[in-house]
């Protein structure tokens, strides 16, 4: 018999997965010491709590999210081309690392009140690279000027949240067709 060894990081992704699937609270330790072939008390070796990992997880998607927003902020051009390289950066968080966004955008709400603090520091970074880049189109005149940023922005996200529960990369929409019409969607309500 073949021993398999887990480490942090493996015990962090499967914990990932199995909130994205049954949630916060429907997820034992139990479960997953199941998941990785290992006795609930082992896990401890590796990790202090639950808890712990949905520290993890959830930060890890607000690192992916962050990152992705300062990658498109760093290219020189319009503010048009800076907001569609926003909704691929997003949408390729989205696709690329479901679980951990799924776990994200769903399950931060359980985090101690210390830890979703900064949760929702880090979102509210997030979402303020979005208008100020839509702000910057209402500046240089490239969008309407009775554009609100932070509304837009708030749309635009919702949108771009919402692409986790329905989206299929089997399905009939491609990811750069997916990238493509959500930018399109977006800049007709902002542009003139």
Do not use: C
């Amino acid at each position: 018999m073949v021993s398999v060894r887990n480490t942090r990081q493996d015990v962090v992704e499967a914990a990932g997965r199995l909130f994205a699937e049954k949630g916060y609270h429907g997820t034992s330790m139990r479960d997953l010491g199941r998941e990785l072939g290992l006795l609930g008390s082992s896990l401890y070796a590796h990790v202090e709590s639950k808890q712990d990992l949905l520290v993890h997880v959830v930060e890890e998607g607000a690192r992916l999210f962050q990152a992705s927003a300062a990658a498109a902020l760093a290219t020189v051009g319009a503010p048009g081309g800076q907001l569609r390289q926003l909704i691929a950066g997003h949408i390729g968080v989205v696709l690329d690392h479901r679980d951990v966004v799924r776990t994200y955008l769903n399950e931060a709400r359980m985090l101690d009140a210390e830890h979703r603090s900064r949760v929702v520091e880090a979102r509210d970074d997030y979402e303020q690279a979005f208008r100020q880049v839509i702000a910057a189109g209402v500046s240089d005149g490239s969008f309407r000027s009775d554009v609100d940023p932070k509304l837009h922005s708030i749309l635009i996200l919702s949108i771009l949240n919402a692409i986790e529960r329905w989206y299929r990369p089997e399905g009939r929409v491609g990811r750069d067709r997916l990238v493509d019409e959500v930018g399109d969607y977006a800049l007709a309500a902002l542009e003139r």
